[in-house]
């Protein structure tokens, strides 16, 4: 039996599931971009270096001491199901760090959260067109309120969906089914760019136009008729 994604289901009067429309459908119904999805790390804000990595060698530790946590209690963290400071906490001595959770999480966020104000000009011509913007990413709660204070200098974009107020990380097709429903989009009205190939692939199981991400995306969608 074939599960669809929640964002493709459709129920019928007596609320069984019916056969999902192919994403083929969708594109063909609603082929005008209405609707800009913008992933946040890698596309909104720059990403010339993993904190990881930078963080290793500031400290002169393993980097794999410090990807660890990344790998595993970040990730619940980020979809809501954990505490960012109480998880990071556990490691910072093992990190050599001197000083306050608040103070390294500082530390981090005004070292790695660097706007992308190259796109400015062309999400604005967008905007001018339209076009409703929005940063879509997997974020928990301390760093996805330093993003939304950093991004809200520019008013770039129309509004934010993070992951851990979602439940759902963008690599699950749940994601974006909870965005369209609060954005009131159909899937084929969408675009939705991102650098990493498993979160354009959860958008494009929910119809959504979704690629990966490279410096002329933009402008080539500004010059599409």
């Known amino acids: 039996k074939i599960v669809w994604p929640a964002c493709l289901r459709t129920t019928t009067t007596t609320g069984t599931n019916t056969t999902a429309p192919t994403v083929r459908s969708l594109l063909n119904n609603y082929s005008h971009m209405n609707f800009l999805f913008l992933d946040a790390d890698g596309v909104l804000l720059k990403k010339v270096e993993y904190f990881s990595a930078r963080f290793a060698r500031e400290q002169a530790i393993p980097e794999e001491s410090v990807t660890a946590f990344f790998r595993n209690e970040f990730k619940l963290c980020q979809e809501g199901k954990a505490d960012l400071k109480n998880e990071v906490q556990k490691y910072l001595e093992e990190w050599k760090w001197v000083g306050t959770v608040d103070h390294f999480l500082e530390h981090w966020f005004s070292s790695d959260v660097n706007v992308n104000i190259q796109l400015g000009p062309d999400i604005m011509t967008l905007r001018k067109r339209g076009v409703r913007c929005y940063l879509v990413s997997n974020q928990e709660k301390y760093r996805?309120?330093?993003?939304?204070?950093?991004?809200?200098?520019?008013?770039?974009?129309?509004?934010?969906?993070?992951?851990?107020?979602?439940?759902?990380?963008?690599?699950?097709?749940?994601?974006?089914?909870?965005?369209?429903?609060?954005?009131?989009?159909?899937?084929?009205?969408?675009?939705?760019?991102?650098?990493?190939?498993?979160?354009v692939d959860a958008a494009k199981a929910c119809g959504i136009n979704a690629v990966l991400y490279d410096d002329t995306l933009l402008q080539r969608l500004i010059d599409t008729p």
Do not use: C, M, W
């Open 144 to 199: 996805a309120d330093y993003v939304r204070k950093e991004l809200a200098q520019y008013s770039l974009v129309d509004g934010y969906f993070f992951s851990y107020e979602i439940g759902h990380r963008k690599s699950n097709p749940a994601f974006f089914g909870t965005v369209l429903r609060e954005v009131t989009a159909q899937p084929g009205e969408v675009t939705y760019i991102d650098n990493d190939q498993a979160s």
